[in-house]
């Protein structure tokens, strides 16, 4: 009698934890944040200064993953082309690197935008100058995600 | 296989005068589009943005806060792609079938591999 009450009870605690850890998940919505730079600001550093950038941000997305509100985070080559259409005609244009242009992006998991806006100030690339990270929800639409 | 993301933008919504009728068509459309990709292993994810937003930066020693307020070209949404170089991303991005709906752009760009952080 008193094992069954024991289990009971052990199964009640796993219950509600369950319960907990999907309202948690609910709670949470997603986030794209997208880093502009002008140009390239990392290759402007000297070698070392860059070494200590990547280990900065390594530790920021590191913790980001641990605490379970980082889904993806990858950094971009600065080339990249523009695809246009007019009238069933395509158009290609390659990108200027030199201008303002997204250098990296990260893909969040927070309860609101106040919380995505602080997560995004706790960035160290912030201790440098030039960048700018521009926070978009993630829209739900039926058929698509 | 190379990493790519595709940034979708349009000025306004393109299909925002389309009927119900029209706007499910695209959906669909589209959709359809994402399903092929991820089958075939091309895509790694695909999400549509709202149109509001946060712009955070840092001057003067103190964080800049302030809202996403872009009239003009926003980028309404996003393709992780897998492709073999940037000329193969490019045509997977050209059989996007939003582009028979109204005016789109899509700027494909590498993911640059960095030791220690992807």
């Known amino acids: ?145 | 296989m190379k990493e790519f993301m595709l940034f979708i933008k349009s000025e306004g919504n393109p299909i925002v005068n389309f009927s119900p009728e029209q706007q499910q068509e695209h959906i669909q459309k589209v959709g359809g589009f994402i399903k092929k990709m991820m089958e075939s292993g091309h895509m790694k994810s695909a999400q549509p943005l709202e149109t509001e937003g946060s712009i955070v930066s840092f001057k003067n020693g103190k964080h800049i806060d302030e809202p996403f307020n872009e009239t003009k070209e926003i980028i309404s949404g996003y393709y992780h792609l897998m492709a073999k170089d940037l000329s193969e991303a490019i045509e997977i991005a050209k059989a996007d079938p939003r582009f028979e709906d109204g005016d789109w752009r899509i700027e494909v760009r590498p993911v640059m591999n960095v030791d220690g952080i992807n």
Request: hydrophobic share 40%.
């Open chain 1, 1 to 145: 009698m008193k094992n069954l009450m024991l289990c009971t009870l052990g199964l009640l605690f796993t219950l509600n934890c369950l319960s907990q850890t999907n309202s948690e998940k609910k709670a949470q919505n997603e986030f794209m944040y997208f880093v502009y730079s002008d140009g390239n600001r990392v290759t402007d550093l000297s070698s070392k200064q860059q070494q200590l950038h990547i280990q900065k941000i390594g530790a920021y997305i590191q913790n980001l993953a641990k605490t379970g509100k980082l889904k993806d985070a990858e950094p971009l080559e600065m080339e990249g082309v523009l695809i246009g259409s007019k009238k069933g005609v395509f158009t290609e244009v390659t990108l200027n690197k030199d201008k303002r242009v997204i250098s990296g992006y990260y893909h969040i998991l927070a309860n609101d935008m106040a919380e995505a806006t602080a997560i995004a100030k706790a960035d160290p690339r912030f201790e440098e100058d030039g960048w700018e990270i521009v926070i978009r929800p993630i829209k739900k639409v039926n058929g698509i995600n």
